[in-house]
């Protein structure tokens, strides 16, 4: 999961000549990094179902956050010193959930293929603002209704790419369901647990993988699971580049990029651009992966991609509360 984004620096800023010429570039400039991480965090579900079984889920997550987590506590060090009880406890509980939310991940992308589990985790979109409004008591205006409504068609003939009738959506698709109601508790929660609210993303961060991490450890330590992370011990080439693929790229250059992104553009517009992430999910899926949806199949990810955009768009211009 990505951070709350900070606010941007305020700071002007002098425009060459010519202006119309500049800006633009210089905005793409700032724009391609963080389609990079769109792109490589939509090619996560394909890696991490290449190197993932229902036998290695928790080895693989050990692993992944665990080779993270001690850069970004060395680079946060002083910061984190200064967390106050409060803030870590809160941090902590968010790191229950981050953790939930990446076990349903994992197990839906082993039992599922890696477009439906890009695309089915995209309706979180959906369901953040729909959560919001009930929150609030506040009823969503009918645009954004109409896009839910599109978004949730599309799913469920994104579960019906076999072509055999009617099939009631399989296991993983539904563990990825799962994980993006878990994610979108785990925004409402960003936004009104006080005691994180003013905490900065680079210790919010590090205090929630880390306890994810010890979620993790927790469960490979039991004699059931059969799941420590030496269990790897047998991965290929192959399954040890993948998992570096989710190391490196998919966690460390993606919250990097997004902390130097939030402080050079706008929130919104590195959402926007991060919002692309299911398109490159069935892009990998697709295209790398050789999956095959059928014309159902293809029809439900149009559906989800155009439903999930329209909402955002219907968010984005409806007035603040």
Same mark, same amino acid.
Do not use: D, I
């Given at each position: 999961m990505s951070p709350p984004p900070e606010r941007p620096l305020e700071t002007p800023v002098t425009v060459a000549v010519p202006p119309l010429v500049a800006a633009p570039r210089r905005a793409w400039r700032g724009d391609l990094? !963080? @389609? &990079? +991480? *769109? !792109? !490589?965090?939509g090619g996560s579900y394909l890696a991490a179902k290449g190197i993932t079984t229902a036998h290695t889920v928790i080895a693989v997550l050990v $692993?992944? %956050?665990?080779v993270v @987590?001690? +850069?970004l506590v060395l680079a946060g060090w002083a910061r984190l010193r200064a967390l106050s009880?409060?803030? $870590?406890?809160?941090a902590g509980l968010l790191g229950l959930v981050l953790g939930g939310i990446f076990l349903l991940e994992t197990y839906g992308v082993v039992h599922t293929s890696a477009t439906n589990a890009g695309l089915i985790i995209s309706l979180t979109m959906i369901f953040t603002p729909l959560a919001e409004a009930a929150i609030r008591k506040q009823a969503p205006s009918a645009g954004f209704l109409g896009a839910a409504a599109a978004s949730v068609l599309g799913v469920l003939l994104l579960t019906q790419g076999t072509g055999a009738g009617f099939t009631v959506p399989g296991l993983g698709d539904l563990l990825i369901l799962g994980a993006a109601l878990a994610r979108t508790l785990h925004v409402l929660l960003m936004a009104r647990v006080k005691a994180v609210q003013d905490t900065d993303s680079l210790s919010l961060t590090t205090v929630q993988l880390g306890g994810a991490v010890l979620v %993790? *450890? $927790?469960l490979a330590a039991l004699p059931e699971t059969g799941a420590a992370p030496w269990a790897a011990a047998g991965f290929g080439p192959a399954q040890w580049a993948g998992l570096a693929f989710l190391s490196v790229f998919c966690t460390? %250059? &993606?919250? %990097? +990029?997004q902390m130097w992104a939030v402080r050079r553009t706008s929130p919104s517009r590195v959402s926007l651009l991060l919002g692309t992430e299911p398109l490159w999910a069935a892009v990998a899926g697709v295209a790398v992966g050789g999956e095959h949806l059928g014309p159902l199949g293809y029809a439900g990810a149009v559906l989800v991609l155009a439903g999930t955009a329209w909402g955002r768009r219907a968010v984005a211009s409806a007035p603040a509360p």
């Open positions: 990094p !963080v @389609l &990079a +991480v *769109a !792109v !490589v965090w $692993l992944r %956050f665990a @987590l001690p +850069v009880p409060a803030q $870590l406890r809160g %993790f *450890a $927790l460390l %250059f &993606a919250f %990097f +990029v």
